[in-house]
């Protein structure tokens, strides 16, 4: 009897262990259903109600309302929930590798990390782990360190450097800080622009003006990494987004984060801001000092002027059938990084597209723009199962996006903090 008893417990304590476990611990079949759920399935259909999705190491094996359970798979009860893709943010910087962790927390499961030093040492510390079903942080996407040539010999072998690194992007800064520097010359941009297309590697710019984004795209740019903020774009601008088949990202908070501070946000009361923010950061902007800074700086009030044109802009460009993705340039102090992006979200719909448009922006458009189609951005058979269980209905109120009941990557539930 005691023998009995003893294989009794042990066999129920095992039980309870394995109930805990993430999908990916319980074996290379194990298999997860998320169940009831309302399902939006980032390719812009309309949602699907009472519905299943059927995961797989790690990858979605079926969605639909009529998909079944199979038989010993763990389920996640999704009733009155709402599932959408896991964000693609087309435009932040990762500093640390900690970072990642942040993003997922917010539902942010890939991020293009436009820029830095540091990024390619990152990159190879995580992108082996973004192929295997064991991945709970966001995958990491990157530019590289940015070129700031003066000279067209200097920016081609700064394009040779980074493309013998294998980049997923090179990016360029051609904006003068609204008179504050001397920006890259034509001549250095141009050689840049043609190095990388010989290369074989994309060109991503960083511009502020009309101008500047009319002449990068005459060259070819494949990428305009911000908004264009000093007038209205117009007709050509289009065509030539259309004709390089380039994307757009606007990156309104990069905007609204240079002014936000000179007044208290309501965001710094919400407590799934404060879950994540850096709280020395956090500190300084309630400071009375740095508030009064801000209202008196020239180039933060610039840009909260510039605003409205930035989001006139993207509503023409989202109207026009450009591609435009989600983006938020957080990384940098005071940009903080997973919540701007569900901020970014609310913006884009007050610029006028609506919550399906902005979703399709932030999931499957920017999966486009990773290149990663195939394997990312939308809730399809084959797919990665990156996904965000909201306690709301996003389509209703975009801010739904901040009712965050889990976060799952590769069918595996990201931990908190």
Not at 60 to 66: H, K, M, R, Y
Not at 132 to 152: D, E, H, N, V
Not at 185 to 201: F, L, N, R, S, T
Not at 228 to 249: C, G, M, P, S, W
């Amino acid at each position: 009897m005691k023998t009995n008893l003893r294989n009794s417990t042990w066999l129920l304590l095992a039980a309870s262990a394995l109930s805990l476990f993430p999908a990916a611990a319980l074996g290379a079949d194990a298999v997860v259903a998320f169940v009831g759920a309302r399902i939006i399935d980032g390719t812009g259909k309309p949602a699907i109600d009472k519905a299943t999705i059927v995961v797989r190491n790690g990858r979605i094996e079926a969605v639909g309302a009529s998909v079944k359970v199979p038989a010993g798979a763990q389920r996640v009860d999704a009733a009155g929930k709402t599932i959408i893709p896991g964000l693609i943010s087309s435009h932040s910087h990762v500093n640390q590798l900690s970072d990642l962790g942040v993003y997922a927390r917010y539902g942010v499961t890939s991020v293009f990390s436009l820029g830095g030093d540091k990024e390619i040492e990152m990159r190879d510390q995580t992108r082996a782990e973004q192929q295997t079903p064991g991945l709970k942080r966001t995958r990491l996407f990157i530019a590289g360190p940015i070129p700031t040539s003066k000279t067209p010999e200097e920016g081609r072998k700064a394009v040779d450097a980074i493309a013998a690194a294998k980049t997923d992007i090179v990016k360029i800064r051609i904006d003068d800080q609204l008179g504050a520097v001397t920006p890259m010359q034509p001549d250095v941009y141009a050689a840049i622009i043609q190095e990388a297309h010989a290369k074989g590697m994309r060109i991503a710019v960083h511009i502020v003006k009309l101008a500047d984004a009319k002449a990068v795209l005459r060259l070819g740019a494949d990428y305009i990494a911000h908004s264009v903020r000093d007038q209205d774009v117009d007709d050509e601008t289009i065509a030539l987004l259309k004709k390089n088949n380039a994307f757009y990202n606007p990156t309104l908070m990069r905007e609204v984060s240079t002014f936000v501070y000179a007044d208290k946000p309501a965001f710094m009361d919400d407590p799934l801001f404060l879950r994540d923010a850096n709280r020395e950061q956090v500190a300084k902007a309630r400071e009375p000092a740095f508030q009064d800074a801000m209202r008196t700086n020239k180039g933060a009030m610039w840009y909260r002027d510039h605003l409205p044109v930035a989001m006139r802009n993207l509503k023409k460009l989202e109207d026009a059938g450009v591609q435009v993705v989600m983006g938020t340039d957080t990384g940098p102090d005071y940009r903080f990084q997973g919540y701007f992006e569900l901020l970014e979200l609310e913006y884009m719909t007050k610029a006028g597209l609506t919550p399906m448009q902005a979703i399709v922006a932030s999931t499957s458009m920017g999966a486009r723009c990773l290149h990663m189609s195939d394997q990312l951005g939308s809730l399809e058979p084959g797919k990665w199962a990156d996904l965000m269980v909201l306690a709301g209905n996003p389509l209703d109120d975009i801010r739904n996006l901040r009712k965050i009941d889990s976060v799952w990557i590769a069918g595996n539930r990201v931990p908190a903090r």
